[in-house]
T-cell receptor
Framework: EDKVVQSPLSLVVHEGDTVTLNCSYE??????LLWYKQEKKAPTFLFML????IEKKSGRLSSILDKKELFSILNITATQTGDSAVYLC??????????FGTGTRLKVLA | EAGVVQSPRYKIIEKKQPVAFWCNPI?????LYWYLQNLGQGPELLIR????????DSQLPKDRFSAERLKGVDSTLKIQPAELGDSAVYLC???????????FGQGTRLTVV
């Protein structure tokens, strides 16, 4: 059965800290891995990764995929209170499904 | 460009009553998804449309849930009758084609009492 596992489940840091969120996957016919930020209800798209070892970057956020070890990380540097959210990882498979993890709840304290 | 629009944002109904959710995807997006998200969990797929065709409804509880996407644009998800366990957030998402990044609407928080 396809699955995506995220760790840690929750994290509390102080502003300015750097955090690393982990996502491991076991998916048949893996196609891509996606990261979303969910505040309140709507997940907002962050990154889509398809190739191993190529870092994607947007401001203070960056992500990389390791297709050999079947995981991805999301890094957030110089965290701000506005980064507080649930970060969801999803993998797409050969059956064209998105399989989501349960998310990592990040709280950034001022 | 407008994002995915869902309505209503919140709905409270009594058990055994019917309820419907509406979704308008991003213009030009052929793929539309309905997800259910329980508290503390990731979204779980209910149904996926490619244009007007439901290509994956294996997770849709067909005894009480139904969905349609007429003309391959807007979509409606219905529950009849609702049960207490249906209380959750119902998310609609769309993507240009399958397996590209999906964009989500604001969701509908359903409470069944």
């Amino acid at each position: 059965e396809d699955k995506v596992v995220q760790s840690p489940l929750s994290l509390v840091v102080h502003e300015g800290d750097t955090v690393t969120l982990n996502c491991s996957y076991e998916v048949t016919n893996f196609r891509s891995l996606l990261w979303y930020k969910q505040e309140k209800k709507a997940p907002t798209f962050l990154f889509m990764l398809t190739s191993s070892g190529i870092e994607k970057k947007s401001g203070r956020l960056s992500s990389i995929l390791d297709k050999k070890e079947l995981f991805s990380i999301l890094n957030i540097t110089a965290t701000q209170t506005g980064d507080s959210a649930v970060y969801l990882c999803a993998s797409t498979s050969g059956t064209y499904k998105y399989i989501f993890g349960t998310g990592t709840r990040l709280k950034v304290l001022a | 460009e407008a994002g995915v629009v869902q309505s209503p944002r919140y709905k409270i109904i009594e058990k055994k009553q019917p309820v419907a959710f509406w979704c308008n995807p991003i213009s030009g997006h052929n793929t539309l998804y309905w997800y259910l998200q329980n508290l503390g969990q990731g979204p779980e797929l209910l149904i996926r449309y490619e244009n007007e065709e439901a290509v994956d409804d294996s997770q849709l509880p067909k005894d009480r849930f139904s969905a349609e996407r007429l003309k391959g644009v807007d979509s409606t998800l219905k529950i009849q009758p609702a049960e207490l366990g249906d209380s959750a957030v119902y998310l609609c998402a769309s993507s240009l084609v399958q397996l590209t990044e999906a964009f989500f609407g604001q969701g509908t928080r359903l409470t069944v009492v």
